[in-house]
């Protein structure tokens, strides 16, 4: 295994971290399961990226496919949930 310093997939990682924490808390404060969901879509993108600096991108390249798939599989369903919800705030207008 041969680490691969890769400055855009250093900061790739930063940032889904930041949305997973996010997710998480929105998701703890305030009970949103899309938050949650692409809190969890994030980490799964952040794994992959972990995956290439370490330098096992193309040897676990169908786990690879198959977790940014899922991620995005789970970005669609938390829109998907957000589109369906309504907004409540409009009818108390």
Request: net charge negative; hydrophobic share 55%; charged share 10%.
């Amino acid at each position: 295994m041969v680490v691969v310093p890769d400055l855009v997939s250093g900061i790739n990682i930063v940032l889904c971290l930041i949305i997973v924490i996010l997710g998480i808390l929105i998701y703890t404060r305030k009970g949103e399961i899309s938050a949650l969901l692409i809190g969890i879509a994030f980490g799964l993108f952040a794994i992959s990226h972990i995956y290439s600096i370490l330098g096992l991108g193309t040897s676990w390249e169908g786990a690879l496919i198959t977790a940014r798939i899922c991620g995005y599989i789970l970005i669609v369903a938390a829109l998907y949930l957000v589109l369906t919800s309504g907004n409540p705030q409009a009818d108390d207008d």
